[in-house]
């Protein structure tokens, strides 16, 4: 149990660079460590040439860079400059060599049919408007049976720090600020997963789900950070300080099962699916 301070206050600031933020606090803590069963599940192996699709800020691409040599190829494509730029920039300082960039639309990607063994995509395609156009284009970016790889979040109230950060944000600003959270977790329901990855016209579908943790040496720097690049974030800023504060002890209290000492591990549960084109 973390000892929660009355009057604690918590250091907020807009967000003015909505990547550097996922990289720094997103990444670390919610997708590095789902990463290795993706690679696993993906059939990552040397020689194998891999897309990264909606590849972010590049955690995956990174990761697979290393694992495809020697002869491999890694792509990785996201819709984000933003996110490409800090990509790049990571993938320089991590020694990660030989990543090919793109820039574009997961629904009408450069790339010829069957160029790839294995297409990865993490937790992105709950995000993409057009989902079945996402998933036949990935097909057919895939060689006759090549591996599909993703992940997406699974039950809200298996990851005990959705139900409490959307509880604390109706109260304050209105079911409609919770979107974002129903958006990520709405892949969660596994049928229908299965019934839009087949009806892309994969074959052998697998899916099941795990169980990360989330961790963070200290909730009140991340809570602040995290929400700074939220949709909702221009609504905390609106707020008076002490009215901000209160919202951030909230999420805080709700959080203590899950806090020891100030430092977060809260369970998060995500679900992979392999699928074969073919
Ligand atoms: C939650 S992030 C996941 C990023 C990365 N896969 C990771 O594991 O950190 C979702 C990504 O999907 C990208 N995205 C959303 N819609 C897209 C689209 N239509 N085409 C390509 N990328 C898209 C976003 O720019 C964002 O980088």
Redesign the pocket.
Known sequence: MGALRQNQTFRWQMNTDGPET?EKY??PVW?AD?VPDLLAAGDVDPGKRVL??????G??ARNVANRVKPGGRIAA????EG?LRVARRCATEAGAEGIEWFS????RMPFSDGEFDSVL????LQ???DKAG?LREMKRALVPGGRLALSVWGRAEMSPHVPVICEVFTKYFGEESTTIFRVACSLCNKELLHALVQDAGFSLIRIREGITIARHPCLAELLPAYFAGFPVAARIDALPEERRNQLFRDIMAGLEDYTENGTLAVPTEHIVLTAENG
Not at 77 to 80: E, G, I, K, V, Y
Not at 104 to 107: A, K, L, P, Q, R
Not at 121 to 124: F, N, T
Request: overall charge negative; hydrophobic content about 55%; aromatic content about 10%.
């Open positions: 996922y997103i990444v997708m789902l990264d699709a909606a590849c972010g800020t955690i995956v494509l996201d819709a984000n996110m574009g639309d997961i629904t995509c993490q937790q992105a995000f993409f408007p996402a």
